[in-house]
């Protein structure tokens, strides 16, 4: 069996996020938290008592009000959950620093009850495209390559199919884009660093970048990506949503098996396969 490619480097990762957790800086944290609330407001719509909750997150704090009493457990390759002893699992912006984002919703999965519920959110690959181009076109005019700066994030078209990878049923994938002003790159740097989400990667270069990259890449950036006095950023929130499979879920028809027409029930013509009515 071939090897999961290694995309993060976990050590780099979790200094990151330990440092975002010692700033617990509200502004740079907004994203967080308004991803924190879209979760709970989904919750309300299901309309349903998780009396067995469980939350996959780097950031426990986040989830102390919004899920009381629920098993909190650290983002890791291999997550601490008790197979089948949860009805709610919520995997936490984590999922685009995975090398195996299957595998992580497996896990879920596994760990939910017959009916149980995984809601799952994740940046989604519009987010950081201006600085992806920024630092693309300064780096390629400076040394000629290119260093991984911005981990790969999955489209929501991709990552709604691992939901029926990962054996869940009635699966829903949207997304959320934001754009937010910065007064200039290191400003954006800055709210990377204090929310965990800076460089990681484990292709990254390690020697330090030459001074006059970052200064070309701001120079491109603004230009290129102006918002009023300021720069502009686009991050994209990705929401999945499945459940364990169970008996007591709505089932899809057979093919064939209607007893109506379509065109009936709307009040329409039905056109045969030249096109005529029928």
Not at 97 to 117: E, H, K
Not at 164 to 171: E, N, S, T, Y
Not at 247 to 256: A, F, S, V
Request: charged share 25%.
């Amino acid at each position: 069996m071939a090897e999961t490619p290694t995309l993060t480097d976990r050590r780099a990762l979790e200094a990151a996020r330990a440092r975002a957790r010692r700033i617990a800086d509200d502004g740079a944290w907004a994203l967080h938290r308004e991803a924190a609330d879209e979760v709970q407001e989904r919750l309300r719509d299901v309309n349903r008592t998780f009396t067995a909750p469980a939350v996959v997150t780097a950031f426990p704090d986040l989830f102390a009000d919004l899920l009381p009493g629920a098993v909190v457990v650290l983002d890791a390759p291999v997550l601490a959950l008790e197979p089948g002893a949860h009805d709610l699992v919520v995997h936490f912006m984590c999922l685009h620093w995975a090398d195996d984002p299957v595998g992580q919703l497996i896990q879920c999965r596994r760990a939910l009850r017959p009916d149980g519920l995984l809601i799952a959110c994740a940046m989604g690959g519009d987010t950081l495209a201006e600085a992806r181009a920024a630092f693309a076109e300064a780096e390629a005019r400076i040394s000629g390559g290119l260093s991984p700066r911005v981990a790969p994030m999955g489209e929501v078209r991709d990552l709604g199919a691992l939901l029926q990878r990962a054996g869940l049923a009635l699966p829903v994938a949207d997304t959320q884009p934001r754009r937010v002003r910065y007064r200039d790159l290191r400003h954006l740097v800055g709210d990377l660093r204090a929310t965990g989400e800076t460089n990681a990667l484990a292709a990254r270069h390690r020697v330090t970048p030459p001074r006059e990259l970052f200064s070309e890449a701001e120079r491109i950036y603004k230009a290129a990506y102006p918002d009023g006095d300021g720069i502009g950023a686009t991050f994209e929130t990705i929401f999945l949503t499945g459940w364990a499979p169970s008996d007591d879920q709505p089932k899809p028809l057979r093919p064939g098996s209607a007893t109506a027409r379509l065109a009936d029930a709307l009040g329409v013509p039905e056109l045969g396969e030249e096109g005529t009515r029928t």
